[in-house]
């Protein structure tokens, strides 16, 4: 097995475990989110954390598959797919890293009507 199948299979399944432990976790996963976690006590009752659990659980799932594909793909077609797998993997999360904390949390913000 070549590195690069490693590398993938290894990130796919690190990536899996992640999304079955905010699975398992449900609401209370919330607190592994990092940004959320420094928050105060008070402050993270505002937000809805299934939900937030539920989005970070999905992308650690898609970022599974992303990984999974790049592995299948750098076994059987060529080692330059896993190179490409990252490339994918690392676009899609650049797409959900933000360092503000209200475009990271807002949408989460519980609604107070």
């Given at each position: 097995?070549?590195?690069?199948?490693?590398?993938?299979?290894?990130?796919?399944?690190?990536?899996?475990?992640?999304?079955?432990?905010?699975?398992?976790?449900?609401?209370?996963?919330?607190?592994?989110?990092?940004?959320?976690?420094?928050?105060?006590?008070q402050?993270?009752?505002?937000?809805?954390?299934?939900?937030?659990?539920?989005?970070?659980?999905?992308?650690?799932?898609?970022?599974?598959?992303?990984?999974?594909?790049?592995a299948?793909?750098?076994?059987?077609?060529?080692?330059?797919?896993?190179?490409?797998?990252?490339?994918?993997?690392?676009?899609?999360?650049?797409?959900?890293?933000?360092?503000?904390?209200?475009?990271?949390?807002?949408?989460?913000?519980?609604?107070?009507?």
């Open positions: 097995m070549d590195k690069e199948v490693f590398a993938c299979a290894v990130s796919c399944l690190l990536f899996f475990l992640a999304a079955l432990i905010f699975t398992a976790l449900k609401g209370k996963a919330a607190i592994l989110i990092s940004g959320f976690n420094t928050l105060p006590k402050e993270r009752a505002l937000y809805d954390q299934e939900r937030m659990s539920q989005d970070q659980r999905n992308a650690f799932f898609l970022w599974s598959v992303i990984m999974g594909i790049g299948l793909l750098s076994y059987f077609v060529s080692k330059y797919m896993a190179i490409a797998a990252f490339g994918v993997w690392f676009l899609v999360f650049l797409k959900d890293v933000h360092l503000d904390e209200e475009k990271a949390f807002g949408k989460y913000r519980k609604s107070t009507s």
